[in-house]
């Protein structure tokens, strides 16, 4: 039976997105929007294999209107056309989507920043382009501090993407969890509107505890428990301009909870961290950004993850191959392997 706790569909921020609000037993509990109950596998009989591209940050940034004007978006189109416009290239975000497919992923994952100074043109461009990557059944996404980034007037923002983030316009909330045979994909949303100059995230209690909930009952289920969040998950990850305030109760509760791979963005750069839990280590993967088509400061070049799980008796052992640019103009080749064990 289901838990008394049951996350609320409201209330919407500034941005129209909807996070988890826990409901005491007695309040008026509603159905759970996120949920999408699947058959649940026990066994693997294949392999499952993910793509996690993430930070694409795509241009052109069109739309800019007197309506949207603000000091945070006024400081955003400056950093982007004296720093991130030379970087980021669509064209090279398409490539590495069409290396995935090629290589046949079952699934395309991306983990935020999608745009840039969440303007209502922005939205409408990068669904054109999630549509272009397939339909919402091979493709989620999670917003970035990007995507959820200053006041809208009402305009419908990130939820233009629902479809790939679990939900439907009217009912998009996060937590979310999508079921794809044995992998279950956990979708947080880190990102809140900051001040200027601020890139920090907050996940809040309320969604850490839903999530913790959705992490156990899907251990219960022996599920492939694949986190997605796009600020860093842990503690020293980043600086405290551009953290997750919560970092450090969201941390907890995955040591409590464990959880079999968390995949972040934000940071622009590839790093797995261990962490120690309850179901033993933990791998949290960072992703370069899929998009960077020049070096910048200590950014490597466009990249992007391919996760694929092989399940048996002894354990869950996940092959982790990089695949992008060695070159500015290159082609995608891959970079490294290597074999993540959990026993
Ligand atoms: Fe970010």
């Not at 968390?262 to 961290?273: E, I």
């Not at 033993?280 to 070096?295: D, F, K, T």
Request: aromatic content about 8%.
């Amino acid at each position: 039976m289901r838990d008394k706790r049951f996350a609320d569909p409201g209330p919407t921020t500034g941005s129209g997105v909807i996070t988890a609000k826990i409901l005491r037993p007695g309040a008026d509990n509603r159905a759970w929007p996120g949920w999408q109950a699947q058959t649940v596998l026990n066994r693997m009989t294949e392999t499952f294999t993910i793509a996690h591209l993430t930070d694409v940050h795509l241009s052109p940034v069109a739309g800019f209107t007197p309506r949207y004007w603000n000091l945070k978006r006024m400081a955003g189109l400056l950093n982007w056309h004296s720093k991130r416009r030379g970087v980021h290239s669509r064209a090279v975000a398409d490539l590495l989507v069409a290396d995935a497919k090629a290589l046949r992923a079952d699934h395309v994952v991306i983990t935020g920043d999608l745009i840039n100074l969440g303007l209502p043109a922005e939205y409408v461009s990068a669904l054109e382009w999630l549509q272009a990557i397939g339909p919402p059944e091979r493709v989620t996404v999670i917003p970035g501090n990007h995507d959820i980034y200053s006041s809208l007037h009402g305009d419908a923002g990130v939820t233009r993407w629902a479809a790939y983030m679990g939900g439907e316009a009217e009912t998009l909330a996060f937590p979310f969890v999508r079921r794809f045979g044995p992998v279950a994909l956990i979708g947080l949303n880190s990102a809140v509107e900051t001040p200027p100059f601020a890139a920090s995230g907050q996940l809040g209690p309320d969604q850490i505890e839903v999530t913790r909930d959705l992490l156990e009952r899907l251990h219960d289920d022996d599920a492939i428990r694949v986190v997605l969040i796009h600020h860093p998950p842990l503690a020293g990850l980043t600086s405290a301009r551009r953290a997750l305030k919560d970092v450090k109760l969201f941390q907890r509760m995955l040591e409590k909870t464990g959880a079999e791979l968390v995949l972040y963005g934000h940071n622009h750069k590839p790093l797995l961290t261990w962490l120690e839990t309850v179901n033993g280590p933990l791998a949290v993967i960072g992703g370069a950004s899929a998009s960077a088509a020049r070096l910048y400061k200590n950014d490597p070049l466009a990249q992007y993850n391919l996760f694929t799980f092989f399940k048996s008796e002894e354990g869950l052992r996940i092959r982790q191959i990089v695949r992008g640019l060695e070159r500015p103009d290159g082609p995608v080749v891959k970079l490294s392997e290597r074999v993540l064990e959990k026993r």
